[in-house]
């Protein structure tokens, strides 16, 4: 029975120079992503969850997705100690620029809208205006978040992919049954993984519903499927014999518990067609190898050969390893998995939640597991300057908590041996929560996004705490990084001024990103600067942990305006060492 390579014992040390953060001297402004979603009511001033995609045919196009909650009906509507999700009401947001992500557009199109349900009057969503993606409500679903984008070649009507006509954005995310009732479901289950594109990028900026695709669902789904935590890529190098064909990864969890089926297959699709036809295929966990779990999240990229990568979390043992799955022949068939490096899960778990916090009580929850960011230099949009080199990072706990580290590793071989893992100094008292990494498609910098608590875990809901967004750089000199330098730093917010809409605890949800060219870097992050706490939610948020807990508040009478006010903010970086 074949056994799945760890590769510990190749690991080496990055150079020193990793473990000393220099401050750059001039500091750039960040920006707001999300610019047209409201400072108040809540729940449409929260939006979390940020992706962004670079066009690497042209490099000043870029595009954002988040969790957008725009449309959502205020807390003020009915009984008002009560913030749902309103029924049928799409959350995928989307964001264009067209300046290299130094401004954004946030479209407004038409469909299933409660953006005008601001109360006192019980909600009645209606067709009207929304600030997510168009043509869910029409085909029967509903845009659910979790955003993946990426840019690739447009096919033509032979379908042949080529630079020259083109190019295609494609955006994944979760979706939803539109219909309440059995007999109305587009689909069979709970979740199901669904892809939109769009070749008209001026019009989809307009706010033209036509110029997005109609949804199409890529994931197979029985009565008691939970799609999760997708991501979508495109083989944007010309150099590859698989240019043009696009992947989706994804958790699929069969059982209605989310996060309580194991082992949780991971899935991956493929589209050869623009995404327009999808096969999928379960890449793991390999249970022959001893992996008993793939929890929820994945990466998939593919290097200048067509090569691709899928990454995940994997569990053996008890033990969590990074891992990796590789095909050779456009995801037809993988090998692995590979375990890179073992993993330790940051927080401790919250008991109202069941899920792990680092910040404190009623904190934002973390992963259940450190799914590793990944990024690999294919030399896109040609492959001709491609190192192909891979790097990965991620926040792991093996520490304890309040000493959490950035780490990060880097292959030059295809994955079969690594540098590190080493860890990466923060600013004094940062513990980062979620990361991302980015390197130049010629291979010569690597940029990381990262979110950061900047106090120590709270056993009360009173006390104020941190959240910050950095960018880091490090030149890469004969494959090795030369040590990461701080681009930028944002301004520091109170992530208890965020909220879930249960009101239960703080909500941040998942993951940052970065995208790269060969002259910069986008990165884009969850920010709380403008996030106003609540006390009368903190007292709510606290009683939980008693034996006699109080009903939520009044929100829009108790709660500051700005409560519950996260953003996505981000910042459009040059390469500090050209």
Wanted: glycine share 12%; net charge negative; with cysteine.
């Amino acid at each position: 029975m074949r056994r799945p390579r760890i590769v510990t014992a190749a690991l080496v040390s990055l150079a020193t120079a990793l473990l000393g953060t220099a401050v750059a001297a001039a500091v750039p402004s960040d920006v707001l992503v999300t610019n047209g979603s409201p400072v108040t009511p809540f729940s449409q001033n929260k939006q979390n969850e940020p992706a962004v995609a670079i066009d690497a045919h042209a490099p000043s196009v870029v595009a954002a997705g988040a969790n957008e909650e725009i449309d959502m009906e205020s807390c003020a509507a009915g009984a008002p100690n009560t913030c749902p999700f309103t029924a049928g009401v799409g959350v995928s947001g989307i964001y264009l620029s067209s300046t290299g992500g130094t401004s954004w557009t946030q479209p407004t199109y038409t469909g299933w809208s409660a953006r005008d349900c601001l109360g006192p009057a019980a909600c009645q969503p209606h067709v009207g205006p929304i600030g997510t993606l168009p043509r869910y409500y029409e085909a029967g679903l509903v845009s659910d978040g979790d955003p993946g984008l990426a840019f690739g070649p447009r096919p033509d009507a032979s379908g042949h992919f080529s630079w020259a006509n083109g190019s295609r954005l494609y955006y994944a995310n979760l979706t939803a049954n539109f219909g309440a009732t059995r007999q109305d479901q587009t689909f069979k289950g709970f979740e199901a993984i669904a892809v939109s594109h769009t070749d008209d990028l001026t019009g989809a900026t307009a706010g033209h519903n036509a110029a997005w695709s109609a949804p199409v669902l890529v994931s197979k789904q029985s009565s008691t499927t939970f799609s999760d935590k997708e991501q979508i890529w495109a083989d944007n190098a010309s150099s590859s014999p698989h240019f043009g064909t696009t992947y989706v990864c994804w958790a699929s969890f069969r059982s209605q518990e989310k996060g309580h089926a194991l082992p949780t297959p991971l899935i991956v699709a493929r589209s050869t067609d623009g995404g327009i036809t999808w096969t999928s295929k379960q890449v793991g966990p390999a249970t022959d190898n001893g992996i008993s779990g793939q929890p929820d999240g994945c990466t998939v990229r593919t290097d200048s050969h067509g090569t691709v990568y899928v990454f995940g979390v994997g569990v053996r043992g008890g033990t969590s390893y990074e891992m990796m799955y590789r095909s050779t022949d456009a995801g037809a068939h993988f090998t692995g998995p590979t375990l890179i490096t073992s993993v330790v899960p940051p927080g401790v778990i919250d008991p109202v939640q069941g899920r792990p916090v680092m910040d404190g009580l009623g904190g934002a929850r973390v992963d259940l597991a450190p799914a590793p960011g990944v990024d690999i230099a294919n030399g896109a949009p040609t492959g001709s300057d491609a190192t192909n080199q891979i790097v990965m990072t991620w926040s792991d706990g093996a520490n304890g908590l309040n000493h959490e580290r950035l780490m990060v590793a880097t292959s030059r071989n295809g994955g079969a041996s690594w540098t590190g893992p080493t860890a990466v100094s923060l600013t004094s008292g940062d513990r980062p929560v979620y990361s991302a990494p980015a390197i130049s498609p010629n291979g010569t910098d690597v940029y990381v996004v990262v979110n950061s608590f900047t106090t120590v875990y709270q056993d009360n809901t009173t006390a104020p705490r941190g959240l910050v967004g950095e960018v880091l750089h490090s030149d890469v000199v004969g494959g090795a990084l030369t040590g990461f330098t701080s681009m930028h730093r944002g301004t520091v917010g109170d992530p208890r001024g965020s909220s879930s809409n249960s009101l239960t605890d703080e909500f941040l949800g998942d993951y940052v990103y970065a995208a790269a060219t060969r002259t910069g870097v986008v990165g884009v992050w969850n920010d709380t600067r403008d996030a106003a706490d609540c006390p009368a939610v903190d007292a709510y948020r606290a009683s939980l942990y008693t034996s006699s807990p109080v009903s939520a508040p009044d929100v829009i009478g108790s709660c500051p305006a700005t409560f519950g006010n996260s953003d996505i903010r981000s910042a459009a970086l040059a390469d500090p060492t050209p």
